[in-house]
């Protein structure tokens, strides 16, 4: 089907009339409609539409109705009745009251063009570029962000289930595009083990059969995986991503020690952030935030907060659910410096914020991230009278650190944490905290010195500074503004399905 004609700016006499006299001045998709006219050209989907052919749905509608589908948190079928029932959507899309809409399949083939034709992100961009045309959007504002769990769509699957799962989805994702190779490899029994989905109430009940079948499904991937990799003829099965998501599962879940299949114990198993979960989702992870467990992703949300401006969401990006909050602000920084939207400040919560995340904000594109520091977490900090390393003075040009009770440290040594990030490890001198006065405020250890561990000069300085800034009445006015992006994520929970994941994958 070809391009069909840009529909009219003018909304239909009739149309406008019954519409005007059944919704308040002031409704959302009116207000809308009278402001943007049409929001999406038809040439902006002339890549992915032919030039020629029978006319086909106006993409230009088709992606408004999506758009309104998203917000109303309806199926295909429902967006479909909307647009042949409802008339507040006739106005919005510029339809006649007689107007019979169309058959509702037409919005997967819609969405199918789009993904295929890369337009998704440039779908936003251009809308975004037409905010900024009308003044509703500038750069070198203030912005607000903070994140959301999201449900993935697939099923939640114990390591058992993933395993069967994998092995039942590699075989009938291949059945398709070689149905003969398979055949003449495949035992009959594979038919009865992998032909239903395997779910927790198919399994054995007793420990000793369960472990026969984990054995059993792991044998059985591995036999699998050599016919694939040994066989001359299957160099197009190589290419599946069926393949390469059933030896990675193998990796993370079986040993093969003497040419035999062992079960990993759960102390030998990769990092959350590997372990893949279902194979019909492979992108998606388990994660916990507090009480908050789920299985999926996170999305990362961010509007402008600008008093004299509508507040716009720009960027929104979705990450695996074990990515941490700050690993997100540069990707975040790099896609508003793309559609030139840049903040000049840009406000965060705590988990956003630390001392490596305002320094490469500062340097890299001129934002002042503004947020509170990860609290310290150590005793001393925490009790209200202990010595915590903001009471040691540091002499950085000695390297010499001074305890609050006068005495100088023995030890500067420069070493690593767990991530490779550059530490100072500080020890003092066992005699002097022997004989301290005020030795059970500062350390728990019954013989062992006071020892201290902080980052290099410009970060601890930095964070120390940062500490400060929050206890601040200046802070606390300008951070006001941020509280305000909790509204937007409960509006996009509560009437958008926000935490529940639409389709399979990573969608960003």
């Known amino acids: 089907m070809s391009l069909c004609p840009q529909p009219g700016s003018q909304v239909p006499e009739e149309t406008a009339r019954v519409a005007r ?17 049409t929001m999406y050209a038809e040439s902006f989907f002339e890549d992915v539409f032919p030039q020629r052919g029978q006319p086909a749905a106006s993409p230009g509608r088709l992606a408004l109705v999506a758009v309104l589908q998203c917000a109303e948190n309806l199926s295909d079928r429902q967006a479909a009745d909307a647009v042949r029932s409802r008339i507040d959507w006739k106005y919005l899309l510029g339809l006649d009251l007689v107007d019979p809409g169309f058959d509702f399949s037409i919005l997967r083939a819609f969405r199918d063009r789009l993904l295929a034709g890369g337009l998704e992100q440039r779908w936003l961009d251009d809308l975004l570029e037409r905010f900024r045309e009308r003044g509703l959007l500038q750069a070198r504002g203030k912005q607000r962000s903070d994140s959301t769990h999201i449900q993935a769509a697939a099923r939640n699957l114990n390591r058992l289930e993933c395993v069967g799962e994998t092995m039942r989805h590699a075989l009938h994702s291949l059945v398709e595009i070689a149905p003969q190779w398979l055949q003449e490899r495949v035992p009959q029994d594979w038919y009865d083990r992998y032909g239903p989905h395997c779910v927790q109430y198919r399994f054995p009940t007793t420990e000793s059969a369960r472990q026969r079948l984990i054995l059993h499904i792991g044998q059985d991937g591995r036999h699998w995986l050599q016919w694939v990799y040994a066989s001359e003829s299957a160099g197009a099965l190589r290419q599946h991503p069926a393949v390469a998501i059933l030896r990675r599962v193998w990796v993370q879940q079986y040993d093969v020690h003497d040419d035999e299949v062992h079960w990993r114990h759960t102390d030998n198993l990769p990092s959350t952030e590997h372990v893949m979960h279902s194979p019909s989702d492979p992108e998606a992870r388990y994660s916990q935030k507090r009480a908050t467990i789920w299985f999926g992703y996170t999305a990362h949300i961010t509007e402008t907060c600008d008093a004299a401006r509508p507040h716009v969401m ?133 013989k062992g010195p006071r020892t201290l561990s902080f980052k290099p000069r410009r970060q601890h300085e930095l964070l120390q500074w940062a500490r400060q800034r929050a206890h601040t009445a200046e802070f606390k006015e300008r951070y006001t503004k941020r509280v305000g992006i909790e509204g937007t994520i409960s509006q996009g929970t509560r009437s958008f399905g926000l935490r529940r994941s639409r389709y399979m994958g990573h969608m960003c």
């Not at 919704?23 to 809308?32: A, E, R």
């Open 314 to 446: 720009t960027p929104m990006v979705t990450t695996p659910a074990t990515t941490q909050d700050e690993q997100v602000t540069e990707t975040m920084h790099r896609a508003l410096a793309q559609k030139n939207l840049l903040p000049a400040a840009h406000l965060r919560d705590r988990g956003y914020v630390d001392t490596q995340v305002l320094i490469d904000s500062a340097h890299h594109h001129s934002i002042e991230v503004l947020g509170p520091m990860k609290v310290d977490t150590t005793w001393q900090a925490q009790s209200g009278k202990g010595f915590d390393v903001s009471s040691f003075p540091i002499n950085w040009e000695t390297q010499r650190v001074t305890c609050p009770g006068g005495h100088v440290s023995q030890v500067w040594a420069d070493s690593r944490d767990n991530a490779g990030n550059p530490r100072v490890d500080v020890r003092f001198a066992k005699a002097s905290c022997q004989a301290c006065p005020v030795r059970t405020d500062c350390t728990r250890s019954v």
């Open 21 to 37: 006299a059944a919704f308040p001045k002031g409704h959302p998709y009116l207000t809308l409609r009278d402001e943007l006219e």
